[in-house]
């Protein structure tokens, strides 16, 4: 006799092949940059799809939510969006692929390569939004940073671990400088985010300032100007991220982001997007608190000997040192590099303000006659400045001031230290020892 099977157990055989339901919702109002969507409990980061009449889906997140309606943004730019458009959620967290693999590769703020070299293979991956490291567990800064320009190596020290900041006007020349400092750097792995700048810049700033040699251990992190706010604030965690990472695997880390203040300005554009009103100049109050909660991921790890050194670049707009960006990064960042375009005008490149800059831990990894050769510069420097509008017109008669009289004889000299040639590397030995023979010249 043949045994028929039991129905129940057919059924519980059969429940794996039932379709898992899933939640989706709806979008209904598409305003600006902001997507409004209904139907869907998700909280803020959160990535979701979201329905396109021309691409398919459109990857978005979540960034607030008013009552029942979820505030989404599309990451990348997204048109043919309509009313009804289904929205379904992406339950899993989104990785960042991380490794030795990305080293000479260019990626946008999700990872994904745009140098048209590959996919990229990487073995570990990575939460792009992390806690940051508790400040008591930082190793301290005590050693320099070798960043091969003679100008910041002898007289605006940077250590290991530190944040500083390259404030500038636009065509200063800040992307030359950042071009040398990403090539001569004594760093293991070098981070260039270029956040916000135009298009044609990225591949500039690859071919000819990070060149071959750079390149090799740089990952450069890229998100132009044409990006959507979300993906140029991304693409600045990522940058982030990907410093501390290979700081917290043992490497000595440099972190070059351009610019801070286009992070700014698309923290800006969210926030507006959500009805978040204006404060200083345009900028909501969310901007202000976003800014040291980035800059603060930077910085020595808990192992000693793996630091994570940062330069970011901040744009003066109007060559405005007042600006409120300008204002709020001089105030959170380790120091600043003021680059002048009166100098720049002049031809003196770097076109380096000695006087208007300061590195506040040079004190932490210099000797003290260090410290003094660069103070003494600094004051040659300002009595030279005193007569500098009265020399030309006659104004100035030597024999008044022994000091005065050295300043004028030895600007030259100044002058002709903190210039070099954007293809020249001078280590920090070098620019120490020339720092002193400068003086000893002159005495």
């Known amino acids: 006799m043949v045994s028929q099977s039991n129905p129940i157990d057919n059924a519980l055989r059969a429940i794996n092949d039932i379709p898992v339901a899933k939640l989706y919702g709806r979008l209904t109002r598409v305003s600006g940059l902001l997507l409004e969507a209904v139907g869907l409990n998700l909280r803020i980061g959160q990535r979701c799809l979201v329905d396109n009449a021309e691409l398919g889906m459109v ?22 969006l309509y009313a009804g458009a289904k929205v379904i959620p992406i339950e899993q967290n989104s990785k960042i692929p991380v490794g030795n693999a990305l080293l000479g590769r260019v990626i946008d703020g999700l990872g994904r390569p745009i140098d048209g070299k590959g996919e990229i293979n990487c073995e570990h991956f990575i939460e792009l939004h992390q806690p940051a490291i508790n400040p008591m567990l930082r190793q301290a800064i005590s050693e320099p940073l070798d960043v091969g ?12 671990g530190q944040r500083m900041g390259l404030f500038a006007g636009s065509g200063v020349g800040k992307s030359v400088l950042l071009g040398m400092m990403t090539k001569q750097t004594k760093a293991d792995i070098v981070i260039v985010g270029l956040i916000g700048e135009r298009g044609r810049e990225v591949k500039e700033f690859i071919d000819h300032n990070l060149g071959q040699a750079g390149s090799q251990k740089a990952i450069v992190v890229a998100a132009p100007a044409d990006s ?12 982030h991220r990907l410093a501390e990472y290979f700081r917290d695997q043992g490497q000595n880390v440099l972190l070059l982001m351009d610019s801070l203040t286009r992070y700014a300005q698309a923290q800006r554009e969210i926030a507006l997007a959500l009805g978040e009103p204006p404060a200083t100049k345009g900028y909501p109050p969310s901007v202000f608190s976003l800014l040291p909660q980035l800059v603060e991921r930077a910085g ?33 960042l380790d120091g600043h590099i003021v680059l002048s375009r009166e100098l720049a005008e002049a031809g003196q490149f770097p076109a380096i303000d000695i006087a208007a800059s300061a590195s506040r831990t ?13 103070n003494y510069f600094r004051r040659l420097l300002g009595k030279y400045r005193q007569v500098q509008e009265l020399i030309p017109l006659g104004g100035y008669q030597a024999g008044n001031d022994p000091e005065l009289d050295l300043a004028v004889q030895q600007y030259p000299l100044l002058e002709q230290y903190v210039s070099q040639k954007m293809d020249q590397a001078v280590d920090a030995q070098q620019s120490l020892s020339e720092l002193a023979r400068l003086f000893n010249q002159g005495a």
């Open 149 to 160: 320009v003679r100008a910041i190596n002898g007289l605006l020290t940077l250590g290991q």
């Open 362 to 374: 040079m004190p932490l990894c210099c000797q003290p006659e260090h410290i003094d050769l660069v």
């Open 300 to 332: 020595n790890g808990q192992n000693p000997g793996n630091g994570m050194s940062a330069i970011y670049t901040v744009l003066t707009e109007g060559d405005d040192h007042m600006d409120p960006i300008a204002d709020a990064a001089r105030a959170i």
């Open 228 to 239: 959507s706010p979300l993906m140029r604030k991304n693409a600045a965690l990522l940058c």
């Open 59 to 80: 990857e978005a997140e979540v960034v607030g939510f008013k009552e029942s309606t979820l505030c989404l943004m599309p990451i990348d730019q997204a048109s043919g």
